[in-house]
């Protein structure tokens, strides 16, 4: 019984997912990262169905990664952690990727990136550095394994076919 093409998918998506987690762990690992789990989160979250769309997705999640970080370092150093602060630096954060004219996905992940660098950055004092650094590994991990998968994995599959 041939599978399904949905279920091809599938497998080809928790193969990605599991070889992109692997990679971007270990290479935030390797480049001194103290929060390595950052790096797979963006690889799972930035792998889509297509290239043109991990690609997309890709540059939202790290224009959202740099505002949040940027806003929060500049204006949080000196406040406390309370819900109406951090209410205050998604607001502020909000209104200025609208302002720059960007999407949900990126208004998402600015209010994502002030929550957790507000946070943790107050508790480790690198959170930031490992948040960036470990974005962009996991981003690229995501982006390289569907250039590779697309270029030689999927021409492989439809020779044996």
């Not at 789990?37 to 997705?57: F, G, R």
């Not at 209010?111 to 981003?139: C, N, P, S």
């Amino acid at each position: 019984m041939n599978a399904s093409p949905s279920n091809e998918n599938l497998t080809a998506l928790v193969w990605k997912l599991a070889i992109g987690s692997t990679l971007s762990w270990e290479l935030a690992k390797i480049l001194g990262s103290h929060h390595p789990y950052l790096a797979p989160l963006s690889a799972i979250l930035c792998l889509q169905s297509t290239i043109n769309q991990t690609l997309a997705l890709s540059a939202k999640r790290l224009i959202g990664t740099v505002i949040g970080i940027m806003l929060t370092i500049l204006i949080a150093a000196n406040l406390r952690v309370t819900g109406w602060n951090l209410g205050l630096l998604i607001l502020i954060g909000g209104f200025i990727t609208k302002y720059l004219k960007s999407d949900k996905i990126t208004i998402h992940q600015v209010a994502l990136t002030i929550l957790f660098v507000f946070v943790f950055e107050q508790q480790t004092k690198h959170y930031a550095m490992d948040r960036m650094r470990d974005t962009v590994i996991g981003l690229a991990a995501g982006v390289i394994i569907q250039i590779l998968w697309f270029r030689f994995i999927l021409p492989l599959k439809k020779r044996a076919i």
